[in-house]
């Protein structure tokens, strides 16, 4: 398995556990120019609807593309609690096992800017998100419905 090979994170007390987690899969940390699978590096940054902040950078070593079918494994384990992975293309493989973990694959167009897609999904967020990015908030914020029936489900029940 490829493991990253340096990391990066940045800390700050002040992030309150609100900004939704998304990663970008970029070569030079100012675009999108890598293939999800066969991506070098990812970028996270946590995302409001008025602020922005970079969280960690992530690299990994050589990859070879055949051969190492669990080279995906590293990277989804990163994603755990993103929202969305924003990359240049994304095999059926991986988009089916992003999505099993609650992460959207969004592809992009070539180089797009990382600012500007981060403009882009804050403009979404406070103009009211689409289906997939409400979905994606209701999972990481937990809605009252899903908080009551895990309360239930905890419950003991007689039959």
Not at 4 to 15: A, S, W
Not at 131 to 139: D, G, H, T, Y
Request: some cysteine.
């Amino acid at each position: 398995m490829a493991s990253p090979i340096r990391q990066l994170q940045v800390l700050d007390g002040e992030n309150d556990g609100t900004l939704l987690k998304v990663a970008f899969a970029s070569s030079d940390r100012r675009t999108v120019d890598q293939h999800f699978g066969s991506s070098r590096s990812f970028v996270f940054y946590g995302i409001d609807p008025e602020r922005a902040e970079l969280q960690s950078v992530v690299e990994f070593g050589e990859l070879d593309q055949d051969g190492n079918e669990d080279k995906l494994a590293a990277k989804l384990e990163l994603l755990d609690g993103c929202i969305a992975v924003y990359c240049r293309a994304c095999g059926a493989s991986a988009v089916r096992q992003l999505l099993a973990i609650g992460v959207q694959p969004v592809k992009v167009s070539e180089a797009e800017g990382i600012a500007e897609l981060i403009e882009t999904l804050q403009a979404e967020l406070r103009e009211g998100p689409s289906a997939w990015l409400a979905k994606a908030i209701r999972r990481t914020r937990g809605t009252p419905d899903q908080q009551r029936f895990e309360a239930m489900a905890g419950e003991a029940w007689d039959e």
